[in-house]
Antibody, heavy 118, light 109 residues
Framework: EVQLVESGGGLVQPGGSLRLSCAAS????????MNWVRQAPGKGLEWVSY????????YYADSVKGRFTISRDNAKNSLYLQMNSLRAEDTAVYYC???????????WGQGTLVTVSS | DIQMTQSPSTLSASVGDRVTITCRAS??????LAWYQQKPGKAPKLLIY???SLESGVPSRFSGSGSGTEFTLTISSLQPDDFATYYC???????????FGQGTKVEIK
């Protein structure tokens, strides 16, 4: 069974940093692209970042470019999101999502809440 | 960037109703469109990909159609488990970005 479990969320002050993790199991992690998608409270879904299966190709949404860094450790079956210079508008539930054939997200974690507030 | 516009934003329906949700893209996206269902406090679930392909395990009452700029998600006979919010999502192979529609909430009439 495919499982994605996010961790690392919490309360952080504006301008602060946080590192999210996503532990994957039930599939060959190193064979799949991965993504981070977020959802602000009461709002819709927003794609944040993509990383290829090898980690060699990375994309970001304009809203986080230069502040967030996606990475993965295929030996540890783990995906990461380093978030720096956090803003109030980054407050959201962050989901890791497995990419399939690039264009869709076929499995999602349960999400981890990031709150940016003083 | 390609914008995705869903309509309606909210839909009131009864069990057994046929329900249709529309998603329009600001420019042609061929068939690079997926649909997701999300229930409160839960992660989204993939229903349809490539505009009309049913994800494994998804009930056949769900169907998708369209290409280019206009797409629809149809639920042929609404079931109690289907009351949720539905999102369309496109992949832009040129800009390497993924964009969701704003969502359509299907509520009990």
């Amino acid at each position: 069974e495919v499982q994605l479990v996010e961790s690392g969320g919490g309360l952080v002050q504006p301008g602060g940093s946080l590192r999210l993790s996503c532990a994957a199991s039930g599939f060959t992690f190193s064979s799949y692209e991965m993504n981070w998608v977020r959802q602000a409270p009461g709002k819709g879904l927003e794609w944040v970042s993509y990383i290829s299966s090898s980690g060699s190709t990375i994309y970001y949404a304009d809203s986080v470019k230069g502040r967030f860094t996606i990475s993965r450790d295929n030996a540890k079956n783990s995906l990461y999101l380093q978030m720096n210079s956090l803003r109030a508008e980054d407050t959201a539930v962050y989901y890791c999502a497995r990419g399939f054939a690039v264009e869709r997200f076929d499995y999602w974690g349960q999400g981890t809440l990031v709150t940016v507030s003083s | 960037d390609i914008q995705m516009t869903q309509s309606p934003s909210t839909l009131s329906a009864s069990v057994g109703d046929r329900v249709t949700i529309t998603c329009r893209a600001s420019q042609s996206i061929s068939s690079w469109l997926a649909w997701y269902q999300q229930k409160p406090g839960k992660a989204p679930k993939l229903l349809i990909y490539k505009a009309s392909s049913l994800e494994s395990g998804v009930p056949s009452r769900f169907s998708g159609s369209g290409s280019g700029t206009e797409f629809t998600l149809t639920i042929s006979s609404l079931q109690p488990d289907d009351f949720a919010t539905y999102y369309c999502q496109q992949y832009n192979s040129y800009s390497r970005t993924w964009t969701f529609g704003q969502g359509t909430k299907v509520e009990i009439k």
